[in-house]
C-alpha cells in the first residue's frame, strides 16, 4: 500500500491541473482578445501616412531700430540699441555670446573678435557687464563705457591706454 500511496497523488495532482488549465483558458478576458484582434487587423491593413503637421510660424528676426534711444545707465555708461533681438534678454547668471568691436570715441579700433561672458559674475569689466544685461539673441548695441567702468587707471597696455574710454559695438549670437 505504501508504494501505490506515490502513484496516486501523481494521478491526483495530473487530473487537478488539467481542469485548471481549462478553467484558465475560460478565464481570458474579451478586451484582451479583442487587443488581439485589433493588432493582428492592424497590421494587416496597408500603412497610411499621417497628416502633416502645420507648418510652425517663422521665427521672428531682429529688426533695425527706427530711431535709436541713448539710454543712461548712470555713472557715464550709456548704451544705444541699434537693432532689437528676439527672445529673452540675458539675466545674471545666464553666459552670452557676442560679436564684439571695440574702439576709442575717436574711432580708433582697438580690438575685434568673438567674447562669452557670465552676466554679473565680475570675469569682464563693469561697463561690459551692466552694458549687455538685457541684450536679447541677435540685437546690436552700442555701449559707452568711462574710464572708471573700463580698465581705469592703468589701462591694458598696449592695447588700451590708462584712463581711456571705450566703445564696444556689440551682437549678441
Known sequence: MKQLLPIAIAVLCLAACKPQEQQFD????????????EKKAAAAAPAVAPAAAPAAAPAA???AVANPQRVDLKDGL??????????DGLK???TGKFQVVLT???????????????I???NGIAGFDRGVAGMKKGEKRTIEVPSALGYGTKGM??????????VFTVERL
Open 92 to 94: 545674471a547668471g545666464e
Open 78 to 87: 550709456f548704451y544705444t540699441t541699434t537693432v532689437e533681438g528676439v527672445g
Open 61 to 63: 528676426a531682429p529688426k
Open 104 to 118: 576709442t570715441p575717436e574711432k580708433k579700433k582697438l580690438w575685434e573678435g568673438p567674447f562669452e561672458l557670465v
Open 26 to 37: 475560460q478565464k481570458v478576458p474579451q478586451k484582451v482578445t479583442k487587443q488581439i484582434a
Open 157 to 166: 597696455p598696449p592695447t588700451i591706454p590708462p584712463n581711456q574710454a571705450l
Open 120 to 122: 554679473g559674475s565680475g
